[in-house]
């Protein structure tokens, strides 16, 4: 111990506050309750407030964009279905409308992708931003209406049991003095499919035995052109006219498969043949042709057994780009409308119109006009007065729109748009997610509170109960609740209510059995505190952050669920759903992925946004915390 002495001196033991009076002072902090505190801490927490704001404006859209917006979701038009998502003209390359397809089958007639079938050769030259046709055709072994080409292939068939196969034209009338002949001309390609090239004959069947036969080649490997002067073997026959078949036979063989390629057969006729008709419809010179005009499976001028088919076609193939609005909003075809129709239209002044004068004296006033321009006429043969006209417009006017409409993000598969149907479904399974947390949430917190705080025997038999209804599979519920009360909203509200509650029941008696215990509550009940007071006013807001957060959650979880069910076709009907919606979506995944990954996101937000927001609760209604930062 150090050495040095401590000197006191007279005034150090002076009393500092002698004079000076001691009160209570004023708190700085301004007084609070545990709600306003809760809130404090839950505006601190930035990630909270995010995911609440991101909640905020996806349910603002729910509401405001399914009233606001014109656009169709109740009935299917299949004249808009699968627009591409448009922001910009068609042409700029981004977000424009327009869809490029790749080796589509091109039609060298119209000049236009080979999808006529779905639309008029006009509207897709109209609707076509870009196209690039190969230079070369493509060499196929398949039968096309847009190829040319090739040549007919007969093959035995190992299913006929080592039989020859033949191939018969109709019957065609033959005389001694039509000077007919037949032009036929083979291909020699070896090894197509592997196989061989066959043993063959041709012949003339004009009866219907064997010997009735005028054979133009008998069976050899020949092959050769073959010029035949038919109207000659008549006369050898000792025939004047004969009504007979051209046959091509492919002997069979027990080791391979054998065939023939015809690259064309030309029947033809002198001065005197009065079938020349018919001989030009038997006749081929272009496979692909004769195979378009009668297919060879059911052929009109040919017959035949085995196996049949075109082998080395040709057919082009394009790539394009092509505006999808202008293919479903831009000229329309001419369109016939009564005399009463365009009585409305004068009448409300969508334009003018003199049947004395004709088509030229249409005049078109306002965009409400589904017309542009009158083609014809027709008049009433006995009134002489007006019955119809013609009309031809922009195919927007048809379905309601005075200009053509623009969807950001695209139509479905029912020709819906997207954003609309998204946040209209999202609005029914936001509604029903809501209802069934409130509900469950208020039960679930009754139920577990009188299990948690009484215990005992009431806990018992309570906790009995919830195990005997969670045993049975919630989707056994749902389903028998479907099967008879149908697929209504009423009906999954209720399904989803009779098990949702459990889990904030078995929450809530957790969160009693851990607080009851403690001492503010036993010094509460000392004082003479009722039930009531302890439960509301002692145990339970201790437990709100744990019990909230679950019940926040369960939105979602709802919003699942309903999902779930409408990929087992139990999904809502009758309403907009955002499960059914994305449902009937994924099946077009790969082909118009905006379909389902705009929905996706949605849902993806509201999961992590709802996670974020019920994290926040938590933390800001833990009593524990309250007072700090």
Not at 118 to 127: H, I
Not at 163 to 185: H, M, Q, R
Not at 325 to 332: E, P, Q, T
Not at 406 to 433: E, H
Request: glycine share 6%; with cysteine.
């Amino acid at each position: 111990m150090s050495d040095k002495q401590i000197e006191f001196k007279s005034n150090d033991f002076d009393l500092v506050q002698e004079n000076i009076r001691i009160t209570d002072k004023k708190l700085d902090s301004k007084p609070t309750t545990f709600f306003k505190d809760a809130l404090r801490r839950f505006r601190k927490n930035k990630s909270s407030v995010v995911g609440a704001i991101i909640l905020a404006v996806l349910t603002t859209l729910a509401i405001f964009v399914p009233l606001l917006s014109t656009s169709n979701i109740t009935d299917v038009r299949s004249q808009e279905k699968f627009l591409a998502p448009k922001l910009f003209e068609a042409g700029t390359g981004f977000w424009d409308g327009t869809r490029k397809y790749t080796h589509v089958t091109y039609d060298p007639i119209n000049q236009v992708p080979a999808v006529s079938d779905k639309y008029s050769a006009k509207s897709l030259q109209n609707a076509i931003v870009s196209i690039t046709v190969d230079e070369t055709p493509s060499l196929e072994d398949n039968n096309s209406a847009y190829s040319t080409g090739g040549v007919v292939m007969l093959e035995t068939d190992a299913e006929l049991d080592n039989k020859d196969v033949y191939l018969t034209s109709k019957p065609v009338s033959f005389t001694d003095k039509g000077k007919y002949t037949v032009d036929i001309i083979f291909s020699d390609e070896a090894n197509v499919y592997d196989h061989q090239l066959g043993e063959y004959c041709v012949y003339l069947q004009t009866g219907e035995k064997e010997d009735d036969r005028i054979m133009i080649r008998d069976f050899s490997t020949d092959y050769s052109p073959i010029s035949f002067d038919i109207s000659g073997a008549l006369k050898e026959k000792g025939l004047s006219s004969a009504n007979a078949r051209l046959v091509f036979e492919v002997r069979s063989s027990a080791s391979s498969l054998q065939y023939i390629l015809i690259e064309s057969v030309v029947l033809s006729g002198g001065e005197r043949a009065k079938n020349l008709d018919v001989l030009a419809e038997v006749s081929f010179t272009d496979a692909a042709s004769m195979i378009n005009n009668a297919d060879l499976n059911s052929m009109a001028y040919w017959s035949c057994s085995g196996r049949k088919g075109i082998h080395n076609a040709e057919i082009y193939y394009c790539d394009y780009v092509i505006d999808t609005y202008k293919l479903a909003y831009g000229d329309a075809d001419p369109v016939t409308y009564s005399k009463t129709d365009l009585d409305n239209w004068i009448k409300n002044g969508y334009c003018t119109y003199d049947p004395q004068i004709g088509p030229e004296s249409f005049v078109r006033l306002t965009d409400d006009c589904p017309i542009d321009h009158v083609e014809s006429q027709t008049i009433n043969n006995k009134t002489k007065k007006l019955a119809s006209i013609t009309g031809s417009g922009y195919k927007y006017r048809q379905f309601g729109y005075k200009e053509m409409p623009k969807f950001l993000l695209g139509t479905d598969a029912s020709g819906f748009d997207l954003i609309k149907r998204s946040f209209a479904g999202l609005r029914t399974s936001l509604i029903l997610g809501i209802c069934t947390a409130a509900f469950c949430f208020l039960f679930g917190l009754v139920w577990g509170a009188i299990s948690g705080y009484f215990g005992g025997n009431v806990d018992l038999l309570m906790e009995r109960f919830c195990e005997i209804l969670s045993g049975v599979p919630w989707i056994v519920i749902m389903t028998l609740c479907i099967l008879h009360l149908g697929n209504n909203f009423l009906t999954f509200f209720l399904a989803l209510c009779m098990t949702g509650w459990m889990s904030t029941a078995a929450r809530t008696r957790t969160q009693f059995y851990r607080f009851k215990g403690r001492e503010y509550v036993l010094a509460s009940r000392t004082l003479g505190s009722s039930d009531i007071r302890l439960i509301f006013k002692h145990i339970l807001p201790n437990s709100m952050g744990t019990i909230i957060t679950s019940s926040v959650l369960m939105i979602p979880s709802v919003i699942f669920s309903e999902a779930t069910l409408a990929y087992l076709n139990l999904g809502l009907q009758g309403q907009q759903s955002f499960g059914v919606m994305m449902s009937t979506n994924q099946q077009y995944l790969s082909i118009y992925p905006n379909l389902v990954i705009f929905p996706a996101v949605i849902i993806a937000l509201m999961m992590i946004s709802f996670n974020l927001f019920g994290n926040g609760l938590r933390d800001a209604f833990n009593p524990s915390l309250k007072g700090s930062d």
